[in-house]
């Protein structure tokens, strides 16, 4: 499995803007596509966005399109979610997430290596 690591999240007014990073622990990280979630309190975590392996593929929440961009540095082994015109509805702890192959899923079974999480709090 590989490690990662979230950061970028904190407080942000609404309408602001977050980037969320995930670095992975290994160079074999390039291999699989990456995903984010997030989870609310009191709900069930839901798919944010991923992107396969090469970057070629990439797929969104439909509540959220146009309000984010995933992109991945396979170099730097590290995920990207820029989060743009953010709402208090959007406050969650943010997962990254590394598949089990390299096609981009939308489904959190198809993911088996999870980061501890960012919080993402954003104030209206």
């Known amino acids: 499995q590989v490690q990662l690591v979230e950061s970028g999240g904190g407080l942000v007014q609404a309408g602001g803007s977050l980037r969320l990073s995930c670095a992975a622990s290994?160079?074999?990280?390039?291999?699989?596509?990456m995903g984010w979630f997030r989870q609310a309190p009191g709900l069930e975590r839901e798919f944010v966005a991923t992107i396969s392996s090469h970057g070629g593929t990439i797929y969104y929440a439909d509540a959220l399109k146009g309000r984010l961009t995933i992109s991945r540095d396979n170099a730097q082994n590290t995920v990207y979610l820029l989060m743009n015109s953010l709402k208090p509805e959007d406050t969650a702890v943010y997962y990254c997430?590394?598949?089990?192959?390299?096609?981009?899923?939308?489904?959190?079974?198809?993911?088996?290596?999870w980061g501890q999480g960012t919080q993402v709090t954003v104030s209206s």
């Open positions: 290994t160079r074999t990280s390039n291999m699989y596509a």
């Open positions: 997430a590394a598949g089990r192959s390299p096609w981009a899923s939308t489904k959190a079974d198809n993911y088996d290596s």
